[in-house]
């Protein structure tokens, strides 16, 4: 069984900066790759980057140069580094991992950006 907790949401005006973490429980964080999601109004969920555990990351065309994936193993911890955010980055952002093929979602914590 594994939980996931997101936290760092909040209201940012264009161009500023965010960071999103997503705390895990569970046995073997360190063996799982790690992703963040979004899901703005009215769309569908897309991917945003992802993480594995040697730490290799990838990211979305919409966020690369901009968003930075990173992990904590020692804290069982996954962040998400945003800046220069955009109005189009409003949405809310999910953690996820699949363990054995088992999918685990978090809450999900809201970022909008607006002036």
């Known amino acids: 069984q594994v939980q996931l907790v997101e936290s760092g949401g909040g209201l940012v005006q264009p161009g500023g900066s965010l960071r999103l973490s997503c705390a895990a429980s569970?046995?073997?964080?360190?063996?799982?790759?790690m992703r963040w999601y979004r899901q703005a109004p009215g769309n569908r969920r897309e991917w945003v980057a992802s993480i594995t555990s040697g730490g290799n990351t990838n990211y979305a065309d919409s966020v690369k140069g901009r968003f930075t994936i990173s992990r904590d193993n020692a804290k069982n911890t996954v962040y998400l580094q945003m800046n220069s955010l955009k109005a189009e980055d409003t949405a809310v952002y999910y953690c996820?991992?699949?363990?054995?093929?088992?999918?685990?979602w978090g809450q999900g914590t809201q970022v909008t950006v607006s002036s």
């Open positions: 996820h991992t699949a363990p054995s093929g088992l999918n685990y």
């Open positions: 569970g046995r073997g964080f360190t063996f799982n790759t």
